[in-house]
């Protein structure tokens, strides 16, 4: 089930006092509105009462596309660890033993965001990591004078699969990845997704390449 509580917030900018809602759980089937608040992020998005002012907010949430059989867990860095142990440890607190759950642990809201939209679209995060390295390689060589601070998938409008490249919070460019994508996955071997590593991030995929060459 989805659950939420509200909490007690206090305006940055006004020190207004305020209750904003917080999703400890959302489960997709039970709530399918919510699906849309966590890709446009308004589930992290508090607007002051008093002042008007608009921030976000970091909180852990786990996402449960249920449908698809899909739990990502939105946590801080710290809290990495501990939730691995939850997923995949021996002790763990969610019973998944008759359902090939394909779990993930993330670590901000554009990543949870971009979780759902590869999934969504029948993709490989790993590959998609190992396309990102390819791009930020070329990025370096090639583009120089282009500063990006990080590459995101995505679809556009004719349902292309992208990498968003972001400086600053904005978008400055795009790639289109399809033909990159289908190249990475070909000379890629993989097991099963729903049996691989929970944490799947550019380290995971750095980690992964220096495995092969040894």
């Known amino acids: 089930m989805s659950k939420h509580h509200k909490e007690e917030i206090v305006c940055p900018e006004c020190q207004h006092k305020g209750n904003f809602e917080i999703w400890d759980s959302i489960n997709t089937v039970l709530n399918p509105e919510m699906k849309e608040k966590v890709l446009n992020q308004s589930i992290f998005s508090y607007t002051c009462p008093n002042c008007g002012e608009t921030f976000q907010l970091a909180y852990s949430t786990l996402y449960h596309q249920m449908e698809n059989l899909i739990m990502i867990y939105l946590v801080s ?29 993330v670590t901000s809201p554009n990543q949870l965001i971009e979780k759902i939209q590869i999934f969504d679209a029948g993709k490989d995060d790993r590959i998609v990591e190992l396309v990102k390295l390819i791009v930020t390689d070329y ?6 004078d282009q500063e990006f601070d990080e590459l995101f998938f995505a679809t556009d409008d004719s349902e292309n699969n992208i990498l968003v490249i972001l400086h600053d919070g904005d978008i400055t460019s795009t790639v289109d990845i399809d033909s990159l994508y289908e190249k990475a996955a ?15 991030n550019r380290d995971w995929i750095l980690n992964r390449l220096s495995e092969e060459d040894e």
């Open 77 to 105: 860095e710290s809290e990495v660890k501990k939730t691995q142990e939850l997923f995949c440890g021996e002790n763990t607190l969610f019973d998944l033993s008759t359902d090939k759950y394909l779990k993930r642990i």
């Open 139 to 144: 990025l370096h060589q090639n583009c120089p």
């Open 186 to 200: 070909s000379n890629f071997s993989l097991k099963d997704i729903r049996d691989d590593d929970v944490v799947i």
